[in-house]
């Protein structure tokens, strides 16, 4: 008989000594599946003894032959279970009492504070995970006894971030703890040998929770109208008949509609009050995915992962007219954008509402603009009643607020752009150990925090805007609730260097000699350096909207020379006046004006570039004034010129905002970014490359002036050319092509001067402008070619969503004395 490895041999040889061995398994190890895995390893090895969820780690406590406890202390690293993430397994001496010879193995539930060992610095919640195969299989088999049930988990997925409530990781402290299991759910429980040993989400129909239903017709407090099937059904026919659910989602509410309806769309547009910004959709799998647009094999990972984030896809890339059933999208999905952001099902509700639907659903956030995303079912009804038709909700508690995660892939790597479920709270790892507990409250929009204890660095989940009362309060509801569960009570805190965001008050409560200030694009630079690992001097490329910089004015479009703990402003983008402040950030058309009346001068010899000239006279900026208001020009160049209310800044997300004006793309924008989107949409398959001039894609004139000790990119010729290309009918597409191409070349030779200076290859690049796939997918490339060596953010957003992060990478190096 074959005579399988990992039997101690019973026979041959001398009879190996028996040994006793405590064991303490660190990392993202509860939740994922860890005790059963340990379960059946230490069985298999024929060890006595048991395994336990102690504080955030996996205490294994075993007795046999010594060959067999090596075994077990090496398989519990290089066998792991796919969700679980080992980052130190400690040998701590001989348990006392030792496990008795013949004893067996099990698994404790109860969570008893080990004797001896040390706790660790932080404990690792796992993410939330979506419906594993097996579980999907179940869910559609008629024989099943949690057939069509929409809260069957395993061991292997489930809620998890969303319901826990403190660590160690067992029902009893999970929102679940108020469904006492049924016989038969505690025997599949208790069995070591099935899938669902110790999962602590295990439910069914006759224990679990269950599906509600109210229609928004009848009094909020009413009980609900209909219970399981019924509830799914009347969710199934309000969608179908183009009206709006909100559903509850793992980490929050979420509004549901049909995808092919206009109608149903439009009206969710303008309940939410979101005109234009892309909606994602959901689809059943990813046969169903590549029918709406193509998928390559690294956006397949992505989309079918555990994390299941929204993926944005080139919504260009269709497939061709052989797919004669391919679905049709309502234009409102997208709203003309480049790229279709999808998913596909997080949880088992979802699966079953895909299959009655029978077709892409528009899922998106359960809130109203700028509001938190709804989590409590009373809430979700008194905020969502005006949006939705009907409530599709259950008896689960969501502890935590997590939002849908949006993610894509650029130059064939993953890329997060919002982080929250599936990702957060997962740590990241910090290059310098930050020697006290640190708070990184982040910055204002696209709100995190980040909670720090030595190499270990914890990023909340998406906030949102921190910009009203309500995503203030959710914020220091998940920074109190996180900060429990992992166990860092913070004794510094690092801050954004703008006074006025909400989360900079926030950093005031902490006394001033534990507050570090660090610049808003050192932050993001240091984001995207932290991630990679970088310990040593970078340049950093910041391409972003604004955050203030170190001497008072509005900074983004820089170059640093730079590290974790410091940085220097080695080159910039030219600045032009913001008139009327944030009104300008909402109206491209103003920045056009801001640029058009009051670039910045720089040097004195290129006259013909100097936009400001233009404003008398026949001029080639017509098609622009012409559109405005009558009056507006000139009003705006009045405040210029007095320079009333027009803070400026070297901002290259401003630029892009001009450029899209210009080009008559964009006056007015509805949320952050839209018109580089439009801008980036217009370029949409023109040749970007090409690099010698007469190409489509070529570059427009650009020129850099010395300021100092600066290196400026002057953008006056490039904005010229692109009106006289107008002028010239030359088409928009390829003229937003060649803006795209030029600042790319601007790039290239900023980075290629500093390299030569300071003898630096590694170029961190950050910022929100490098959410532009073309533009980031460009200097990567073109970076590369010049033989630098050009890193992008990857697990945090470049945006400002990873701006937390980099601050308490820097606040970390800070305390280090690096
Ligand atoms: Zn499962
Ligand atoms: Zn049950």
Redesign the pocket.
Known sequence: MHQQDDRPPDRAGPVAPRMAQRLEVHGTVQGVGFRPFVHRLATGLGLDGCVRNDDGRVVVEAAGPADALATLATRLRSDAPPHARVTAVHATGPPSPPPSPGSGFRVETSARRAAGGSRPEVREIPPDLATCPACLAELLDPRDRRFRYPFLTCTDCGPRATIIDGLPYDRERTTMRAFP??A??AREYADPADRRFHAEPI??P???PRLTWWSTDVDPAAPAQAHGEDALDAAVTLIRAGGIAAVKGLGGYQLVCDAASGTAVARLRARKHRPAKPFAVMVADLDAARLLAQVDTAEAELLTGAARPVVLLDAGRRPGPALVSAPTLADEVTAGAPRLGVFLPTTPLHHLLLAEVGGPLVVTSGNRADEPIAIADADARRHLGPVADGFLGHDRAIRSRYDDSVARVVAGRATVIRRARGYAPCPLPLPHAASRPVLAVGGQLKHTFTLAAGPTAVVGPHTGDLASPPTLAAFERTLAQLSAVVGITPEVVAHDLHPDYLSTRHAERFAADRRIPVQHHHAHAASCAAEHGVTGRFIGVVYDGLGLGDDGTLWGGEVFVADLAAYRRVARFARAPLPGGAAAIRRPARMALGYLFGAEQLGDGDQDGDLGRWTGGPHLAAPLLDRLPAGEAAVIARMIHRRVNTPVASSAGRLFDAAAALLGLRDDITYEGEAALALEAAAGSHDGDGSHDGDVGGELPWRLAREGELLVYDPRPTLRALLDGLADRVDVGILAARFHTTITAVTVALCEDVSRRHGLRTVCLSGGVLHNQRLAAGVVGALADAGLEPLLNERVPAGDGGLSYGQAAVAAARMTGR
């Open positions: 299991m049924c038969d759910c439910a069914c006759h224990c679990g």
